[in-house]
């Protein structure tokens, strides 16, 4: 009895070791991208109302995607979605609510959109808003 006692010690110590050793690398892999380890991963988020730079919010964007591992291409869309805060979210919307929607033409989208002066990026969103407007309008043979 004492035998099998010592060698469950032994896989239990075994276990802790390794458990450490990995959570030591979780921890130096985090820090080396400026995310702080905790239970849950807290996305980033982007108010252009409060003056964030769209660079720096993708940049760390990806990097809590990429911490995350593989995520369909879907929940990233819509957690990419409801990162966006303020007027941006209006912008985030009109892409959304398309036809034809993907996580990286969100991305371009909002990337196109924020690298354009405030004017030129309400055009871009009045434009946008317009062809959906019409596209969703019957037209005289849906009458017939």
Known sequence: MSIAFSELEGVINGLRDILSAQQQLATTRSQSVGVKLTDSLQLPSFNPDDGDDWQFFIKGWERVVGLAGNINEGTKL???????????????DAYVNGVKTSYAGLKEYLQATYELSPQCRR??????????????????????
Do not use: C, M, W
Not at 78 to 92: R, Y
């Open 123 to 144: 055009v871009r969103v009045l434009k946008r808003y317009n062809s959906l407007r019409l596209a969703n309008q019957p037209s005289l043979t849906d009458f017939k």
């Open 78 to 92: 819509e957690l990419l979605h409801q990162s966006i805060k303020g007027s941006g979210k209006k912008i985030a």
